[in-house]
Structure formats: structure tokens, C-alpha cells
């Protein structure tokens, strides 16, 4: 195995904390969602609570492998073929269809649009934090925004687009666009991500994507790339659903 290193960083510095933070935001977020969309659909509040409890202990268990699996070193494998990371990047983009397309993502997707819309917000100090790490050589410069990543577009305006339809000053067909956007904006950035890897390096052998693949960054694709994509097949499996009011406020 090749002795890929990155420099020194430490769990208590802002921008290598988010890694931790906002996936655990996130995973705090879909036990909210969970537990208002089986109320909104009038499960009573113990039946919500056992199924955000549910959901909560899957979300930890996934967290808890990628997180065992990167500390081992083993994404970090570029000999084997397919290389052991290619198996993490097809689970997520399995688990985010399977999410969305579940009765979990059916509920979910009954949400407010303004609130689903608004979760995507959590790429905008993503993006910061991820511009940090590559100032710090910790993270290629193309993965961030003053290189090939312009996913920074899709946090900011995911705020903006938010407050609009939740004003009633914007409705699904802005949704629709900026969610179009955005998801462009993600392939985009895992794109950049995959062919930068080692098996590719398609930006030279001196600025490859390897530091996905240990803690605590392994949780950017395990989790957060998860969450982004999972967020935009709900919203659009929520705009074609009938009759719906984009600035419903959720029920208790």
C-alpha cells in the first residue's frame, strides 16, 4: 500500500471539527424530519418516536462502519481492483435511491418544500471548511471552490431559495431549477473527487483525493455527499407530488 500522508491536523481545529459536526447535524436533522413527518401523517407520538429511533440507530451504524473501516486504512487501498473506496461510493449512491425511494423518503418528501430545500444549507460551511483544507494541503485545491468545486452556489442560494418559498414569494417551479442546479453542482464536485484519486490522479501525482478516505473526512462522502444527494431526490419525488402547499409549515 502506497504511504499516502497528509498534514498534521487535529479534531480540534474549526474546519477539520465540521467533518464531525455537520454530519451529526445532519443525522440530528432526518430525526427531526422523521419524527414530524409521522406525525404530520398522524402516526401518534410514540409510533414516531420508535421510527426516528429506528432510523437514528441505522444512520449510527453506517457512521460507525465508515468511520471503523477509514480508521483501518483500508480505503487508503488503491492495489486491489475494484480499490475498496469505489465500494464506498457505490453505497452511497445506493443508499441515497433507496432513501428516497423509500417509505421513509415517501414520508420525508411530505415535508415542507422550503424545509428540504433549506437542509441543503449545510454545504455552505462545508465548502468553507473543505477551502481551508486545501489551503492547508490537507484536501487538493481542484475539490474546492477556488479550484473545480462550485458547490458553495448551491449552499448560499439553498438559504435564499429557502426563505423565498417559505415567504410565499416563490413556489415549485423555482424549487425544480435550483434543484436541477444544485445537482448538477454535486456530480460535478464528485466527479473532480473520483478522478483525483489515485487510481486516476487525473490532476497529477502530487494532488490526489485520499484524505476522504481517513477520519474523520470519510464521513464527507459516507454522510454529507449521502445527504446531498438523498435531499435532492426528495425534493424532486415532493414536487411531483399533488396538491401539495410549498410553505406548509410542519405539524406536531
Do not use: K
Not at 182 to 205: E, K, Q
Amino acid at each position: 500500500m502506497p504511504p499516502y500522508t497528509l498534514p498534521p491536523y487535529s479534531t480540534s481545529e474549526i474546519e477539520v471539527a465540521a467533518f464531525i459536526v455537520l454530519p451529526l447535524l445532519i443525522v440530528a436533522l432526518l430525526a427531526w424530519g422523521t419524527l414530524a413527518a409521522w406525525r404530520r401523517a398522524g402516526a401518534t407520538a410514540a409510533r414516531a418516536r420508535r421510527v426516528m429511533l429506528l432510523v437514528s440507530l441505522g444512520a449510527a451504524a453506517w457512521m460507525s462502519a465508515t468511520w471503523t473501516v477509514a480508521s483501518r486504512g483500508t480505503f487508503l487501498d488503491f492495489t486491489s481492483t475494484p480499490p475498496p473506496f469505489a465500494g464506498l461510493v457505490a453505497g452511497v449512491i445506493v443508499l441515497s435511491v433507496v432513501i428516497a425511494l423509500s417509505p421513509l423518503g415517501r414520508r420525508l418528501a411530505s415535508l415542507p418544500l422550503w424545509v428540504l430545500v433549506a437542509v441543503q444549507g449545510f454545504r455552505l460551511p462545508l465548502e468553507l471548511a473543505m477551502h481551508r483544507l486545501a489551503e492547508r494541503g490537507i484536501m487538493p485545491e481542484q475539490m474546492s471552490y477556488s479550484g473545480r468545486n462550485f458547490d458553495i452556489v448551491t449552499g448560499i442560494t439553498a438559504l435564499v431559495v429557502a426563505a423565498l418559498v417559505w415567504r410565499g414569494l416563490a413556489g415549485p417551479g423555482l424549487v425544480r431549477l435550483w434543484n436541477l442546479m444544485g445537482l448538477a453542482l454535486l456530480a460535478n464536485i464528485v466527479t473532480v473527487a473520483i478522478i483525483s484519486t489515485p487510481r486516476f490522479a487525473a490532476f497529477g501525482p502530487d494532488r490526489v483525493n485520499v484524505f476522504v478516505m481517513v477520519t474523520p473526512f470519510v464521513w464527507l462522502p459516507a454522510v454529507l455527499v449521502l445527504a446531498a444527494l438523498a435531499g435532492h431526490l426528495l425534493i424532486f419525488r415532493a414536487l411531483r407530488a399533488p396538491f401539495r402547499t410549498a410553505s406548509a409549515a410542519p405539524a406536531y
